[in-house]
C-alpha cells in the first residue's frame, strides 16, 4: 500500500507540474503595438522609450505591459505615422509567434492635425480644410487602411487584432487661451471624428478584427472638460489634442483589456 501511495503522490506531482507549465505558457503572450501618436503616447509628457516618435511608459500599450509581466511588448507605434509609414517601418516586427496587435492609424492621412491647426486660427474659416479632410476618409482612406489590415494578417495570422478609434476631441466649448474654434468648427470636427470612426470600424470588421470606439470612453472627457482625458493647447505644441496620462490609463487601456483579457 506504502508502494502504491507513493506512486499516486508521484503521479499527482507530475500531472501538477506540468498543468502549471501550461497556464505559464498560456499566460506569455507577443504583443506588437502598431500606430500613429495616439499609441505611441503623445500628450503623456514622458517620451523616454523614444523620444523621436514620443514614444513612453504612460502610453497604453506600455501599461498593458505592465500588468502583464509574462508579455513580451515590441512596442513601435510613432508619433506622425501615417498608413504608408506603419506598411514600411512598423509590420515587419509582426510575425506568426505575435499573438496582440493593437493599431491606431488613419487620423494623419487624413490630415486631421492639420486642420485642426488651421481652425484654431482666429478670423478664418476652415470648412473647407474639414471637407477636404471628411472626403478622403470616405473615399480614398479605406484602401489603405486594407493595405495595413492586410499585412497585420498575412503577417501574424494567429493574433488577436484590437483596432482603436479616436475619440470627439470638443464639448462645444473653447476655452484655450490662443484658439479660436467656432461652435460649428467644434462640431464639424466631431462629426469628422465620427465618419473616421465609421470607415476604420467597416474596415477593421471585413479583416475580421475587433474595433474599439474611444468616443464612448472620452465622453464627458474631452478639451476644456472638467476632467479632461484630453490635452488642449498645450507647449509643446505637439503635445495638443492627444490624450494625456489619465486618457491612456483610463480611456484606451480599459478598451484593449475587454478584448485581451
Known amino acids: 500500500m506504502r508502494s502504491i501511495t507513493r506512486r499516486l503522490i508521484g503521479v499527482v506531482m507530475v500531472v501538477c507540474a506540468c498543468s502549471g507549465g501550461v497556464t505559464a505558457a498560456a499566460l506569455a503572450d507577443n504583443y506588437v503595438a502598431l500606430g500613429d501618436s495616439y499609441s505611441s503616447g ?3 509628457r514622458d517620451y523616454s522609450l523614444n523620444s523621436g516618435c514620443q514614444r ?14 509574462n508579455t513580451t511588448l515590441t512596442f513601435v507605434a ?3 505615422a501615417k498608413t504608408t509609414d506603419v506598411l514600411a517601418n512598423q509590420v515587419q516586427s509582426l510575425s506568426t509567434s505575435t499573438n496582440i496587435v493593437t493599431i491606431t492609424i ?3 492621412d487624413a490630415g486631421f492635425s492639420n486642420v485642426i491647426t488651421q481652425c484654431a486660427l482666429p478670423l478664418v474659416s476652415c470648412n473647407s480644410n474639414i471637407t477636404t479632410a471628411q472626403n478622403y476618409i470616405n473615399n480614398t482612406l479605406p484602401a489603405q487602411l486594407d493595405s495595413v489590415y492586410t499585412q497585420i494578417h498575412t ?15 470638443f464639448m462645444g466649448v473653447d476655452c484655450n487661451a490662443g484658439t479660436f ?21 467597416a474596415r477593421a470588421a471585413a479583416h475580421g478584427f475587433t474595433f474599439k470606439d474611444a ?36 480611456g484606451y487601456e480599459p478598451l484593449v483589456r475587454s478584448v485581451i483579457g
Not at 503577417?155 to 476631441?169: F, I, K, M, N, Q
Not at 474654434?181 to 470600424?201: C, G, H, Y
Open 155 to 169: 503577417r501574424a495570422p494567429s493574433a488577436t487584432v484590437v483596432v482603436l478609434g479616436y475619440p470627439r476631441l
Open 78 to 80: 510613432c508619433s506622425g
Open 56 to 69: 513612453g511608459p504612460f502610453a497604453y500599450p506600455a501599461l498593458i505591459k505592465a500588468d502583464r509581466p
Open 42 to 44: 503623445t500628450g503623456t
Open 181 to 201: 474654434f467656432s461652435t460649428d468648427e467644434m462640431t464639424k470636427l466631431n462629426q469628422t471624428a465620427d465618419m473616421l470612426k465609421n470607415v476604420t470600424a
Open 106 to 108: 488613419g487620423g494623419n
Open 215 to 250: 468616443i464612448p470612453s472620452f465622453t464627458g472627457h474631452a478639451v476644456c472638460s472638467s476632467t479632461e482625458w484630453l490635452n488642449g493647447l498645450s507647449n509643446p505644441v505637439s503635445d495638443s489634442y492627444h490624450p494625456n496620462r489619465t486618457g491612456h490609463k483610463s
